[in-house]
């Protein structure tokens, strides 16, 4: 609240304390939220570029490797499971992940 990036009102969370879309704790969202869309506060609750952005600054503040494979037994599996322990949240991730980046790849590809 003191950097103006939240009201009183949006600080409600999770029975943990988890706040908006990415359900960051206060100490990640203070860490890792980014002004993405450019608007001057960190919005993880309303806006879809400053969530996205955050999440993958709270990856490279874990030592996230780009470009390296994020399966299970993977560095990168282990970067997601500090986001969240469990291990079939992480396996929805990476699942989630592959899904997304098979789909950009089709869409890449040029047309015929």
């Known amino acids: 609240m ?3 990036d939240l009201s009183p009102a949006d600080l ?20 890792f939220a980014i002004d993405f869309d450019g608007n001057g506060r960190r919005d993880l609750i ?3 570029p400053d969530t996205l952005a955050s ?11 780009p470009r390296q494979p994020y399966g299970e037994g993977t560095a990168n599996f282990e970067v997601i499971r500090k986001w969240n322990k469990a291990l079939v949240y992480a396996k929805t991730v ?3 992940s ?12 040029p047309r015929r």
């Open 98 to 109: 592959e899904k997304l980046e098979a789909h950009v790849a089709r869409a890449e590809q």
């Open 55 to 65: 999440i993958a600054n709270y990856f490279r503040g874990y030592e996230w490797q």
């Open 46 to 48: 309303r806006s879809v």
């Open 12 to 31: 409600r969370g999770d029975w943990a304390g988890e706040l908006g879309q990415a359900h960051f704790l206060l100490s990640s969202y203070n860490k």
């Open 2 to 4: 003191q950097k103006g």
């Open 94 to 96: 990476a699942a989630f």
